[in-house]
């Protein structure tokens, strides 16, 4: 089966300092989204990225967040300073219509702001 | 707005019991999608079902089934002679139609522990 591949598995940052978490969506997908999960929380929606423009964000993603299709393949999260509370598990996936079809998750970026 | 309830925070069975997963979920939405996602220790969220509010038939996968009731909006899920393997973390979820395609509301979750 297809594999949505998200880089790092692992990133530590110090609070302030910007990152940018990775993900390389199922080649023929059009829809991108990001979910995080806080330890032992539910798994949140961010943000959903179609035709190159976001398409719907929730109260999380505020001026902080940023993302990005650089290229025809990578989806990107910029956190631009992060804060103590950004630590979590971001979870990238993508889906290839708008009939609410499945949804393929990444396994994950666990970001730990230091 | 949507919500999904997990009143189940941990379950604790022995390998072989039947064990069922409850899910609660509210919508105004008459279009929805509900869905099963599975997170194992290595915390990757693996896609297990996904159920439109036009379907009420029940459904089967193996030792997976899912009982969809819109009379009392649950979601169940039954995992038949549970096995060691199926320990993980489950995830009820919804999504309403139009606009907001893709974006899931998940429920907290319920830690299932399958012992030997």
């Known amino acids: 089966e297809p594999e949505v591949t998200q880089t790092p598995s692992h990133q530590v940052t110090q609070m302030g300092q910007e990152v940018i978490l990775r993900c390389v969506p199922i080649?023929?997908?059009?829809?991108f989204y990001w979910y995080r999960q806080i330890l032992g929380q539910k798994v949140e929606f961010l943000v959903s990225?179609?035709?190159?423009?976001?398409?719907?964000k929730s109260e999380i993603f505020d001026d902080q967040f940023s993302v990005e299709r650089p290229d025809g393949s990578n989806f990107t999260l910029k956190i631009r300073s992060t804060k103590l509370e950004d630590s979590a598990m971001y979870f990238c996936?993508?889906?290839?219509?708008?009939?609410?079809?499945?949804?393929?998750f990444g396994s994950g970026t666990q970001l730990s702001v230091l | 707005a949507q919500k999904v309830t997990q009143a189940q925070t941990e379950i604790s069975v022995v390998e072989k019991e039947d064990v069922t997963l409850d899910c609660v979920y509210e919508t105004r939405d008459t279009t929805y999608y509900l869905f099963w996602y599975k997170q194992p220790p290595s915390g990757e969220l693996v896609f297990l079902i996904r159920?439109?509010?036009?379907?009420?038939q029940n459904e089967i996968s193996g030792r997976y089934s899912w009982n969809f009731q819109k009379s009392t909006s649950s979601f169940n899920f039954t995992i038949t002679a549970s096995q060691v393997v199926d320990s993980a973390v489950y995830f009820c979820a919804l999504n309403a139609g139009g606009t907001s395609y893709g974006k899931l509301t998940f429920g907290q979750g319920t830690i299932l522990t399958v012992h030997p």
């Open positions: 159920r439109n509010s036009f379907d009420e």
């Open positions: 996936a993508s889906g290839g219509s708008r009939t609410n079809e499945k949804l393929f």
């Open positions: 990225f179609y035709n190159n423009e976001i398409s719907e």
């Open positions: 080649s023929n997908h059009l829809y």
